[in-house]
Structure formats: C-alpha cells, structure tokens
C-alpha cells in the first residue's frame, strides 16, 4: 500500500472519514454521547506530520497523519507505535481509512459520557493538545511561593494531569 501524504491541512477529510465511520459502523451502537458531533479540532504541523484531535460521539483522540514521507513510521494497520512529546511518551495504534490513508491514533477518551456539551468536548480536545505539546517545568524550576506555583499549574498540565481532565 502506497503512503497517501497530506500536502494540506487534512481536518476535512478526517471529519468526513470519522462522519462516514458514524454513518456507518458506528450507527446504533449504545455507547454513542447522542449530545456529540464528529469534529476534527486544531490540525497542525509536527515535526513535518500533522497532528490535531479528533471528537466523535464514542471517542476523543489525537490523531497523525502523514505530512511527507520522512520521519513517519509505518507499524501496520492495528499495530501501535509509542510516540515522545514534550508531556511524555504516548501510544498509537495505526488505521487506515478511504479517505485518509494511513494514520495513528491515541485515545483519550473512550466512551464519551462525560461530556454534557459539543463545547466541553472540544475545550477539554484542546487543553489536551496543549499539555501534549507543553515540556513540563523541570522540578529546579519550580517556586514554592502558592501564587506563582498555581499560576504555573494554569499554563502547563502534567501528564497525570493531561489524562486527569474533568468538568468544572
């Protein structure tokens, strides 16, 4: 199987692939958050690759897809990959799918009950690329002083913390 290269930001074609697997395979399965859509959220450049999320009424995850041919790593479809971000190093299983080609994902969030709003879903997608991509603050560095350590807690999210998120 040749690698399909996204040349462009692919957040339409992973919206529509993740909307197809919706309409179909997904389709009646109980575990679906009927207050949630399908929405590919902050799309990015990655040491040449694209990374963002994907919110879907059964999962939230961050998704990879190829940006050129250096760099990727082929595993296979369902083999998985560990991958090292700045919060740490995160598993990800290969897919593949019409309109996307190969791609590796991570999920954050399976099923998706605790979401009450499209809103929170995509807030809590965002924070969370956020803390992936945010180098943690060395322990040399940190303040004892409460205001400026809660300040600092504010900007950068461990991954204890990454994988702790919750509604208010």
Known sequence: MTLRVHRHNPEEAVAAAFFRIQQTSMAGVPILNPVLSVEAIDFQRWQGQWLGMVVTPWCMSLTLLPGNTQGWVSVGVNKRRFIKFPAGDFAFLSGHEDELGEYQS???????????????????????????????????????????????????????????????
Request: aromatic residues 8%; contains cysteine; hydrophobic residues 40%.
């Open 106 to 168: 991570c999920s954050l969030f399976s099923p998706m009950n605790k979401f009450s709003s499209q809103f929170e879903a995509v807030q809590t997608a965002r924070a969370a690329l956020i803390g992936l991509l945010t180098e943690p603050v060395p322990a040399s560095e940190k303040t004892t002083e409460p205001a400026a350590k809660n300040a600092m807690q504010d900007k950068v999210m461990s991954r204890r913390g990454f994988f702790a998120l919750r509604k208010p």
